[in-house]
């Protein structure tokens, strides 16, 4: 069990220690489930009123809290409870799945591929001719990768994952199981004597640098050229990209959520749980689409918004606001 005291803590947040506690903490929780040996955080103000409850012997908390941590118990001050929290998750982060050799001999490995230095694949992992995977690399067990696809340096596969053919996948990106990289994309249309024709799906994907996509997301492949998702793109689970979208830099997109196909996201963009967006709509830089809005149109820059069809937050508070009353006078 790792252990660290107050002190030891605050060496890595650089924050500044109010009141004292002399145990040594054993993990970080939440404020009503701490015990005594556990640190917590208060990341808003309106959490403050269960401190004095908690059993917690510490905290992080911002620099304006407005409580005293009490006898027996301190608060570490830094500018950004949440940010410094997750540096003390890192301190207590448990050892990853541990690889007993570097390539696992049921792995079916082309005599074509290139695996990087300190790269490890686990068990049962495929992957094909001309595959390239760079250096200090984890391909958990049963990952798939087919032919010519690219994997960069310092990147996370995990168990269950497909990458398709041709696909490009940058540095330090991470992959959550069950992840489907460059399936067809959804393309048919009707035909008098065939009935539903498939179009061929003969692109590919490409992911940026520092792109984390979670646990069943699926990323299809471009009908031309490529699906693209940007760095530093965070992507929840059970997702879908629809085939030849592009997505900026830093764009999130919560669980649930769903881009139809060549939707472009600026840099920035924001999509809530459950939002989908319709084809061929572009969304500027810096936008925000509401949980469970529906987008039939582009939206520019900035721009925050809410409902189905998707409009301007303060236009759909006000719609709804007008709603909730004529409900209220029509049932007296």
């Avoid at 640190?39 to 908690?54: D, H, L, M, R, V």
């Avoid at 230095?117 to 995977?133: D, F, Q």
């Avoid at 996948?169 to 048919?188: K, Q, R, S, V």
Wanted: proline share 4%; hydrophobic share 35%.
């Amino acid at each position: 069990m790792k252990t660290y005291s107050i002190q030891e803590i605050n060496e890595v947040l650089k924050g500044e220690i109010v009141g004292s506690t002399s145990a040594k903490i054993t993990a970080p929780e939440q404020l009503e489930m701490a015990n005594s040996t556990e640190i917590s955080f208060i990341g808003n103000k309106k959490y403050e009123k269960y401190w004095a409850t908690s059993n917690a012997c510490a905290a992080v908390v911002n620099e304006d809290i407005s409580i005293e941590p009490g006898e027996n118990k301190a608060f570490i001050k830094v500018k950004n409870a949440d940010l410094a929290m997750s540096q003390v998750l890192e301190l207590y982060a448990p050892a990853p799945p541990v690889f007993a050799t570097q390539i696992h001999p049921t792995a079916t490995i082309d005599s074509s591929a290139t695996i990087g230095n300190g790269t490890k694949v686990g068990a049962g992992c495929y992957i094909g001719p001309n595959v390239s995977i760079g250096e200090n690399s984890i391909i958990y067990p049963n990952v798939t990768i087919l032919d010519e696809c690219t994997i960069g340096s310092n990147t996370t596969i995990w168990s269950g994952t497909v990458v398709r053919e041709r696909c490009h996948i940058g540095n330090h990106c991470i992959l959550h199981p069950n992840c489907t990289i460059g399936a067809d994309g959804f393309g048919f249309r009707p035909d008098p004597q065939r009935g539903l024709v498939k179009i061929p799906q003969i692109g590919n994907v490409i992911i940026g640098n520092g792109v984390e996509i979670g646990a069943n997301s699926c990323v299809d492949r471009g009908k031309f050229s490529s699906t693209v998702l940007g760095d530093g793109c965070k992507i929840d689970n059970l997702v879908q990209i629809g085939h030849n979208s592009k997505l900026g830099k830093f764009c999130i997109m919560a669980g649930n959520s769903g881009l139809a196909g060549s939707v472009t996201l600026g840099n920035g963009v924001i999509i809530g749980g459950s939002a989908s967006i319709k084809d061929h709509t572009t969304i500027g830089d810096g936008a925000i689409v509401g949980a469970g809005s529906g987008v039939t149109g582009d939206i520019e820059a900035g721009k925050t918004m809410l409902g189905y069809p998707a409009v301007e937050a303060r236009e759909a508070l006000k719609q709804w606001a007008i709603l909730k009353r004529l409900v209220k006078e029509s049932s007296r």
